[in-house]
């Protein structure tokens, strides 16, 4: 076992409003030729067209694929590169959420190392090139994709979320500009938000997290807990937008190097096989989770719980950890997070397909990385807990 750690962040990360100011030198030093990588909300809502304004700005030649949806797919990861190979791009701008980021991600390794993405799983096949240079700007506050060395891909042949991690995903330079989070309606600023809550609380009580990722988590969790309602309820406040844009990077950093646990390593077969946004998915688990595994961190829970209450001086390791719990249930009770009943995921289909969720969330290896490492029928369980939740009670809750 190493008695070293290792961290990486992208060379370089430029954050704070007005940040994307930035964008037009940074693409002009890596490149002559840009693939921007978004999709059509992005483009309606303006983000794209102000990209490709800096890019003439700067007189950089561009070309767009726009068709990046919800959840990537190793389809999209194809269309896009074709074209990057076509247009003989030699830099990448991937602008909108988690899911153009990936995209983004996947291709410029691809571009360079050839072969299916999928092939990259597991450290299966290397990746001995070097990727086209990647400028990453988010768009919303929570996957934290943009300073990360993982790439989530839905392999569409075996409805499987293919999490891949390498140096070779993560980006050359992340642009974080909060502004351009204020567009995100609330329901996306909840899941995202979540999302990135879930990143620094899995980062910090995960089995390889360090004293680097453990500071970074916990200011992200203080930021989120005490950003993320105002966020979510007065989009227009810059304050909360901007500290959260901050927290998502915090978090991103966090997990990209301490990893993951089971949050995320069920969350992956809930989104290939029924299709919930990324975010979603881990707020639907996050609480449940954090109940299973909460007597095999109780230490780290606490530490969390002192963030969340610092007046709570008095109440004992326990307590607090408990008090934690019960303020991320809150928290997504608040932000109107659906269990999946609620969602409209049919049961019976759901009942179906667990073992197999179950399996395949084993082995994407997340799940090993968490406090307490749960068996195959743990998680089956954890599942069918989960699918009627309520996260309204102060303690785990399966409704009938």
Same mark, same amino acid.
């Given at each position: +076992?190493?008695?070293? $750690?290792?961290?990486?962040? /992208? $060379?370089?990360?430029?954050? &704070?409003?007005? $940040?994307?100011?930035?964008? !037009?030198?940074?693409? %002009?030093?890596? !490149?002559?030729?840009?693939?921007?990588?978004?999709? %059509?909300?992005?483009?309606?809502?303006?983000? @794209?067209?102000?990209?490709?304004?800096?890019?003439? #700005?700067?007189?950089?030649?561009? *070309? $767009?694929?726009?068709d990046v949806n919800m959840e990537p797919t190793d389809l999209h990861v194809s269309e896009a590169l074709q074209l990057c190979l076509d247009e003989q791009c030699d830099v990448i701008v991937a602008i909108g959420g988690g899911s153009c980021i990936d995209a983004a991600k996947a291709v410029a390794v691809?571009?360079?190392?050839? &072969?299916?993405?999928?092939?990259?799983? !597991? !450290?299966?096949? =290397?990746? /001995?090139?070097? =990727?086209i240079p990647m400028i990453a700007i988010p768009t919303t506050a929570g996957t934290g994709s943009e300073v990360t060395n993982v790439t989530?891909?839905?392999?569409?042949?075996?409805?499987?979320?293919? +999490?891949?991690?390498? =140096?070779?995903f993560l980006p050359k330079v992340a642009i974080v500009d909060p502004l351009l989070t204020t567009t995100s309606p609330p329901s996306v600023t909840a899941a995202t938000g979540v999302d990135a809550l879930c990143h620094a609380i899995e980062a910090y009580i995960s089995r390889r997290s360090q004293p680097l990722t453990d500071t970074l988590a916990l200011s992200a969790i203080e930021a989120i807990i005490n950003n993320l309602r105002t966020a979510y309820e007065n989009g227009e406040n810059a304050d909360a937008r901007e500290k959260m844009a901050t927290a998502s990077m915090q978090a991103g950093i966090s997990f990209s190097n301490a990893s993951v646990t089971l949050v995320h390593g069920m969350s992956r077969p809930i989104g290939a096989l029924f299709h919930v946004p990324h975010g979603v998915s881990n707020a639907m688990l996050l609480p449940a989770v954090l109940e299973f595994t909460k007597e095999s961190a109780i230490e780290k829970l606490a530490t969390i719980g002192r963030i969340i209450s610092p007046e709570s *001086?008095?109440?004992?390791?326990? #307590?607090?950890?408990?008090? *934690?719990?019960?303020? @991320?249930?809150?928290?997504?009770?608040?932000?109107?997070? /659906?269990?999946?009943k609620t969602w409209g995921i049919d049961e019976q289909k759901f009942e179906q397909v667990t073992e197999k969720m179950a399996t395949d969330a084993i082995a994407s290896g997340s799940p090993a990385n968490n406090p307490k490492v749960p068996t195959k029928q743990e998680i089956i369980d954890l599942y069918k807990t989960c699918f009627k939740y309520d996260f309204s009670g102060n303690t785990s809750t399966l409704t009938s």
């Amino acid at each position: +076992m190493k008695s070293y $750690s290792e961290f990486s962040i /992208p $060379s370089s990360v430029f954050y &704070g409003q007005n $940040s994307l100011s930035e964008l !037009g030198e940074q693409v %002009r030093t890596l !490149g002559k030729k840009v693939l921007l990588i978004s999709d %059509r909300i992005i483009e309606k809502i303006g983000h @794209v067209k102000t990209c490709q304004n800096i890019f003439k #700005e700067v007189d950089v030649a561009y *070309t $767009s694929y726009l068709d990046v949806n919800m959840e990537p797919t190793d389809l999209h990861v194809s269309e896009a590169l074709q074209l990057c190979l076509d247009e003989q791009c030699d830099v990448i701008v991937a602008i909108g959420g988690g899911s153009c980021i990936d995209a983004a991600k996947a291709v410029a390794v691809l571009a360079t190392n050839g &072969g299916y993405i999928g092939d990259y799983m !597991g !450290g299966k096949t =290397p990746i /001995p090139e070097q =990727p086209i240079p990647m400028i990453a700007i988010p768009t919303t506050a929570g996957t934290g994709s943009e300073v990360t060395n993982v790439t989530v891909i839905t392999n569409t042949r075996e409805d499987i979320k293919m +999490m891949i991690k390498h =140096p070779a995903f993560l980006p050359k330079v992340a642009i974080v500009d909060p502004l351009l989070t204020t567009t995100s309606p609330p329901s996306v600023t909840a899941a995202t938000g979540v999302d990135a809550l879930c990143h620094a609380i899995e980062a910090y009580i995960s089995r390889r997290s360090q004293p680097l990722t453990d500071t970074l988590a916990l200011s992200a969790i203080e930021a989120i807990i005490n950003n993320l309602r105002t966020a979510y309820e007065n989009g227009e406040n810059a304050d909360a937008r901007e500290k959260m844009a901050t927290a998502s990077m915090q978090a991103g950093i966090s997990f990209s190097n301490a990893s993951v646990t089971l949050v995320h390593g069920m969350s992956r077969p809930i989104g290939a096989l029924f299709h919930v946004p990324h975010g979603v998915s881990n707020a639907m688990l996050l609480p449940a989770v954090l109940e299973f595994t909460k007597e095999s961190a109780i230490e780290k829970l606490a530490t969390i719980g002192r963030i969340i209450s610092p007046e709570s *001086t008095s109440l004992s390791n326990t #307590e607090l950890a408990d008090l *934690t719990i019960k303020e @991320v249930k809150q928290l997504c009770c608040d932000l109107s997070i /659906p269990n999946l009943k609620t969602w409209g995921i049919d049961e019976q289909k759901f009942e179906q397909v667990t073992e197999k969720m179950a399996t395949d969330a084993i082995a994407s290896g997340s799940p090993a990385n968490n406090p307490k490492v749960p068996t195959k029928q743990e998680i089956i369980d954890l599942y069918k807990t989960c699918f009627k939740y309520d996260f309204s009670g102060n303690t785990s809750t399966l409704t009938s």
